[in-house]
């Protein structure tokens, strides 16, 4: 499967714990993109990445979100601290910034914090 | 009980027909649009694609109106099948700055009645 990977798919957390998002990229992507989606809403942009380095950030992304992607090629989104609007789908996408300004997405990564 | 804040257009169509989607943008900046297809549980899904210069593109099956005078956009589906039945987001970016972030509109909710 050369597609956007993402893990866990699913996960349910207490609140007040860490939770740790994995996305890998379509190979050879430059660009990643994070986004959260909740029920009935389109997906809300979080960050993105061009390679290793952190171009954008949301105002949707508080103190206790984190986003890294090291050696640029697979992403992690760590949120601190979880509360229960923390709960939602977090989506990832990516694409290669000299081919055309469509991103693909990943099948998202469910968080329910109880 | 009712769930609050759920409030998806939705759409039906007998299958067969065509249907047709429609969204409306407000950036006049925004000069490419994306029409993504979200199935229950899955990551958002690219149809097909439009830039600003143009006013009409065809694809398998889809095609997507362009109308800049009134920031208008829309997805016609021809021959509507029940694997069509899903959420349908348009998506806008703007491919001559800096900005590098698509923004997704409400999205509509396709049923097809068999």
């Known amino acids: 499967d050369t597609g956007v990977s993402q893990d866990p798919r699913h996960k349910i957390t207490k609140r007040g714990q860490n939770v740790t998002f994995r996305c890998d990229p379509i190979?050879?992507?430059?660009?990643l993109y994070w986004y959260r989606q909740t029920l009935g809403q389109g997906p809300e942009f979080l960050t993105y990445?061009?390679?290793?380095?952190?171009?954008?950030k949301s105002r949707l992304l508080s103190d206790r979100f984190s986003a890294e992607r090291p050696k640029g090629s697979f992403s992690t989104l760590e949120i601190q601290r979880t509360e229960q609007g923390d709960s939602a789908m977090y989506l990832c996408a990516s694409r290669l910034s000299s081919s055309g300004n469509t991103i693909y997405f990943g099948e998202g990564s469910w968080l329910t914090v109880v | 009980g009712e769930s609050v804040g759920l409030h998806l257009p939705t759409l039906s169509v007998q299958e067969g027909d065509n249907s047709i989607i429609n969204c409306a943008y407000s950036?006049?900046?925004?000069?490419?649009f994306i029409w993504y297809k979200q199935e229950s549980g899955k990551g958002p899904q690219f149809i097909i694609d439009?830039?600003?210069?143009?006013d009409k593109r065809q694809g398998q099956r889809v095609t997507v109106l362009l109308n800049k005078t009134v920031k208008h956009l829309s997805l016609q589906i021809a021959a509507t099948q029940p694997g069509d039945s899903a959420v349908y987001f348009c998506a806008e970016n703007r491919q001559k700055t800096s900005y590098d972030k698509v923004i997704f509109g409400p999205g509509t909710s396709l049923s097809v009645i068999p």
């Open positions: 990445f061009q390679n290793e380095a952190q171009l954008e």
């Open positions: 950036n006049s900046a925004s000069d490419y």
């Open positions: 190979s050879e992507h430059n660009r």
């Open positions: 439009i830039r600003s210069n143009m």
